[in-house]
């Protein structure tokens, strides 16, 4: 073989080693991407998890001070009851409903009791507020003792299902 010959064979043989080599370059930097991308993925996925927890635990905490809120209507409900101060009753049977109705609506992961608690006072609020509004219409007295007794049993249930959704916050 002449010299030209033998110099052609090398640069064929070193660009066929460079062509090998710039595979496995580009090989090892197509596996480097991918990894870059299953991590991004991951790091995405965490986020969007720890989003959603904080969600649920403003939406919980909402729901919390909500029923707090609701709660301390009610003890108010029992003074006003006391006074006798119908007209003003009447304004809060409805704020309290609605607050209760927020409750139940906006909170997907209410437990089934939870719910059946928040009917059962908005139920009784309902009842509540129509026998004070025929009482005014019509004259009738009311007795304000046996209304707080229905209002303080309402009270407790709620009391109970927010001691119940302090727990969950805590546990």
Not at 1 to 29: E, K, P, R, Y
């Given at each position: ?31 480097w991407t991918l990894i ?103 004259g009738q007295t009311l ?29």
């Open positions: 073989m002449t010299t030209a010959a033998q110099h052609a064979d090398v640069l064929s043989t070193g660009g066929n080693v460079a062509n090998i080599l710039g595979l496995l370059v580009s090989i090892a930097g197509f596996a870059g991308v299953y991590r991004s993925k991951n790091a995405a996925d965490r986020a969007r998890e720890s989003a959603e927890n904080a969600r649920h635990d403003i939406f919980r905490a909402s729901a919390m001070i909500d029923l707090a809120a609701a709660m301390s209507v009610l003890q108010e409900v029992k003074r006003l009851h006391r006074q006798q101060d119908w007209t003003a009753l009447l304004d809060r049977y409805s704020a309290l409903r609605a607050t209760l109705i927020t409750i139940r609506a906006s909170r997907q992961d209410l437990k089934e009791s939870h719910a059946i608690v928040i009917q059962g006072a908005i139920a009784q609020l309902r009842t509540i507020e129509d026998k004070v509004e025929r009482a005014v219409a019509t007795n304000p003792a046996k209304l707080n007794i229905v209002v303080s049993n309402e009270l407790d249930r709620l009391s109970e299902v927010l001691g119940s959704m302090r727990i969950a916050d805590n546990g």
